[in-house]
């Protein structure tokens, strides 16, 4: 009887809300996927779905998800990636917060189940990310490349470097820890907001638990996008260098992409390095929405929208 009652206790314990913030796009078959499996763990559970102003032909597919314990909330303005995060967490009904990307699938029968052990106070778990191996063959082939050669890494790969391995497409955590840290909402749009929550999980001591249990990342945007996305991602960068300085010093140049410009700028090279960038810009541009698009080109177009934008 005292064996049945701790089993019971150590279930409740692991109720669980699976938090999903949407923007355009039809979160119907990661919706039902996730709730079979998390019925057939018996624990408790919610997927709390938060609408981020999408547009309306979405917005009606995925209001119209009625399944048991599913709940759907729709923002009439658009808030943002960090906002939302907080919003749902502040929504959410369990002690367990398991995050993930609308645009994404499950890559395994078994992926709910998989993060039931990690359900511990005090333990942040990162599942990672992997995309279809079949390469695309349209517009959506850089992000695809990016994602493949740039973002899959293996659990053992990523624990070399826990604390900077960390996406918000894929995480559990108890609610209480992120209550302590939450998004920083002034990096609004796109890009960096889980970046400085990686790094301020590791100024207050909170490491990074990795484990292999990918979502598939199917919601591919066009290099037009991508590429205009990690333009707003480069302003979010310089916004997080900021509140480095003020916040935590220690980590400033934390990234390959500041350092070198902090090189730079020792050797008195960013107005020549701004110059030859405004010059090449038009035809990088026009490389990374071709074929066979070079990811020391994309860097370099990164690198030059930070130097420009710092000048």
């Avoid at 998390?38 to 119209?64: H, Q, V, W, Y």
């Avoid at 907080?86 to 709910?112: K, Q, T, W």
């Avoid at 790969?157 to 559990?172: A, H, I, S, V, Y």
């Avoid at 070198?260 to 490389?287: C, N, V, Y």
Wanted: with cysteine; charged share 30%; proline share 4%.
């Amino acid at each position: 009887m005292q064996r049945y009652t701790k089993k019971k206790e150590q279930k409740n314990k692991t109720m669980l809300s699976i938090c999903i913030p949407i923007y355009n796009y039809d979160v119907s078959l990661l919706v039902r996927d996730l709730h079979l499996q998390a019925g057939k763990t018996g624990r408790p559970f919610e997927i709390l779905l938060m609408d981020d102003a999408s547009d309306e032909a979405f917005e009606k597919k995925n209001r119209a998800l009625a399944l048991d314990n599913v709940r759907y909330i729709q923002l009439d303005k658009n808030i943002g990636r960090a906002k939302i995060r907080n919003r749902l967490a502040g929504e959410a009904r369990y002690p367990y917060l398991l995050f993930m990307d609308c645009d994404s699938a499950v890559s395994s029968d078994l992926y709910i189940e998989n993060y039931i052990p990690h359900c511990e106070p005090q333990i942040v778990c990162y599942g990672g990310r992997k995309y279809a191996d079949k390469k695309p063959d349209d517009a959506t082939y850089l992000r695809w490349k990016y994602g493949v050669e740039r973002e899959c890494f293996p659990a053992a790969e990523r624990r070399k470097n826990p604390d900077l391995g960390f996406c918000t497409n894929n995480f559990l955590i108890h609610r209480p820890l992120f209550e302590k840290v939450k998004f920083d909402e002034s990096l609004d749009g796109y890009g960096h907001e889980d970046t400085f929550f990686g790094l301020e999980l590791q100024a207050k001591c909170i490491h990074i638990r990795h484990i292999d249990n990918p979502l598939i990342h199917i919601g591919l945007e066009s290099a037009a996008i991508f590429i205009e996305k990690t333009e707003n991602g480069i302003i979010n960068l310089q916004r997080m260098e900021k509140l480095l300085a003020v916040q935590y010093p220690e980590h400033l140049g934390h990234s390959r992409l500041t350092r070198t410009k902090l090189r730079l700028q020792k050797l008195h090279l960013i107005k020549p390095a701004a110059w030859l960038f405004k010059l090449a810009r038009k035809a990088m541009k026009k490389h990374l929405s071709g074929k066979n698009p070079s990811l020391r080109i994309f860097d370099l177009y990164k690198l030059g929208l930070l130097v420009t934008s710092s000048q």
